[in-house]
Structure formats: structure tokens, C-alpha cells
């Protein structure tokens, strides 16, 4: 099993940027999907990004398509979200996530979980 620690959150107001990390113990990182999924008060938890174990391939919602990017270091066991123009609606707690799968935006895919950390965006 692996753990997950997310870091990064915070408020911005909107239009600007956050960097979110999520750092993982445990001896499967390097071979597994990474994502990230957010959740907004009210609504269900809503897939934003995944990248394969080699970092070659990547996939986004449409949403935040040109404004984020997922990236991962096998070295630090560490994967990040660059967020960039954020919107209020990006407002959530942001949870990254670990599969043994191939890419995929449907929560059942992943494993395990972080415990999430919250960014706000205010207008």
C-alpha cells in the first residue's frame, strides 16, 4: 500500500496560480498511474488529471484543460499539479491518488487515497 500526503493548497484570488504536491511512501510509486481528483462542497468527487508511471502520458478534464499540469518525479516519489488562471469554480479539496491501472478518470480505478488538501479561489 502506498500513502499520500497532499501539500500546496491555500486561497489565491483567481487568475492566479498554485503548485500542489503530493508526496508518496511505499515501494509502488514508480510503477504506478497517479491522479489528481477534486471535491467541491455539495458535489461528488470529479476527476482533474492522471499521468502513466513513466510520466509519458498524461490526461485532463476538459475544464482545466491548458491551465494545469500533472507532472511526477519518480525520484522524490512526488507528483504535482500546476495550476495556473485558476476560477472560482476550481474551489474543492484537491486528493491525489495512486492506481495500478492504466489512465483513467474513474475514481473505482484507484487504490488508494491522500487525505486531500483544500484550495480556495475567491473572485
Known amino acids: 500500500q502506498v500513502q499520500l500526503v497532499e501539500s500546496g493548497g491555500g486561497l489565491v484570488q483567481a487568475g492566479g496560480s498554485l503548485r500542489l504536491s503530493c508526496a508518496a511512501s511505499g515501494r509502488t510509486f514508480r510503477t504506478n498511474t497517479m491522479g489528481w481528483f477534486r471535491q467541491a462542497p455539495g458535489k461528488e468527487r470529479e476527476f482533474v488529471a492522471a499521468?502513466?508511471?513513466?510520466?509519458?502520458?498524461?490526461y485532463y478534464v476538459g475544464s482545466v484543460k491548458g491551465r494545469f499540469t500533472i507532472s511526477r518525479d519518480n525520484a522524490k516519489n512526488t507528483v504535482y499539479l500546476q495550476m495556473n488562471s485558476l476560477k472560482p469554480e476550481d474551489t474543492a479539496v484537491y486528493y491525489c491518488a495512486q492506481s495500478g491501472r492504466v489512465l483513467s478518470s474513474n475514481p473505482i480505478a484507484y487504490d488508494d487515497w491522500g487525505q486531500g488538501t483544500q484550495v480556495t479561489v475567491s473572485s
Open positions: 499521468i502513466t508511471w513513466s510520466g509519458g502520458s498524461t
